[in-house]
Nanobody, 120 residues
């Protein structure tokens, strides 16, 4: 069974930095895109950034210039470097991936979420 395990969330002051990691494990044939979403209290889940298998990133306007997404395909891991954090970045961050799995074929998988809290 394929799973995504996130790490790196926590509490940081405004202007600070955090780095999130998400590692995929299981009988993976190939990982297509990987990305990060977030959900703040009372709000819908939104895309933060994603990255294709070729390494092309895509960012939400609200994080452009502050966040950087990267991936290590050899480790089936995606990272989100978050700089110049703002209180409005406070949310649960979820890792997402589109995976080709040995028995199930193509499907989408989500991590359990990691909380990022930015204090003012």
């Amino acid at each position: 069974q394929v799973q995504l395990v996130e790490s790196g969330g926590g509490l940081v002051q405004a202007g600070g930095s955090l780095r999130l990691s998400c590692a995929a494990s299981g009988t993976i044939v190939r990982i297509n895109s990987m990305g990060w979403y977030r959900q703040a209290p009372g709000k819908q889940r939104e895309l933060v950034a994603n990255i294709t298998s070729a390494g092309s990133p895509n960012y939400a306007d609200s994080v452009k210039g502050r966040f950087t997404i990267s991936r290590d395909s050899a480790k089936n891991t995606v990272y989100l470097q978050m700089n110049s954090l703002k209180p409005e970045d406070t949310a649960v961050y979820y890792c997402n991936a589109f995976i080709v799995e040995l028995l199930r074929g193509h499907f989408e998988v989500w991590g359990q979420g990691t909380l990022v809290t930015v204090s003012s």
